[in-house]
């Protein structure tokens, strides 16, 4: 039987992320994020609910996730949801899902971290016509 594993999500990071190194090396960013959800009960007045959800990055997206975003800042995440059950210090059984992170878009404006690193990274150039017909916006017949 075929399964579907694939979560998208739209929030501000709870707080700052947090990075370390598995013992190949591999960069790993670790944050947290918060989903709000306002909606009106039966009898007219406002609820509003919000969602805490543990997000794990991996790699070179690690690295500039970490680089770019800190605590309050929006983001687009795309992943994985990964049941994660351990033993805590007491010897209680403990568990939580956690979004292991495939792709992400940064969102919101251009503040920055307290260090002064941009928190979008530069745009990339744009791309060079390459002179074929058509290429040349100016010849769009509407």
């Not at 090396?25 to 969602?51: H, I, L, W, Y």
Request: proline residues 8%; charged residues 25%; neutral net charge.
């Amino acid at each position: 039987m075929a399964s579907y594993n694939k979560i998208i999500l739209m929030g501000n990071l709870t707080r700052d992320p947090q990075m370390s190194y598995l013992p190949s090396q591999t960069p790993v960013c670790e944050f947290g994020m918060a989903m709000n959800r306002k909606f009106s009960k039966q009898d007219g007045s406002k609820g509003e609910e919000v969602c805490f959800v543990d997000c794990r990055v991996f790699g070179k997206s690690a690295e500039t996730f970490n680089q770019y975003m800190s605590k309050g800042r929006q983001v687009l995440i795309e992943g994985r949801l990964q049941f994660d059950s351990w033993q805590d210090k007491d010897g209680n059984k403990r568990s939580k899902h956690r979004v292991f992170v495939e792709n992400f878009q940064f969102l919101g404006g251009n503040d920055r971290k307290p260090s002064g690193a941009p928190q979008t990274p530069p745009a990339s150039p744009e791309p060079v016509a390459d002179g074929l017909p058509g290429d040349d916006p100016e010849d769009i017949p509407f």
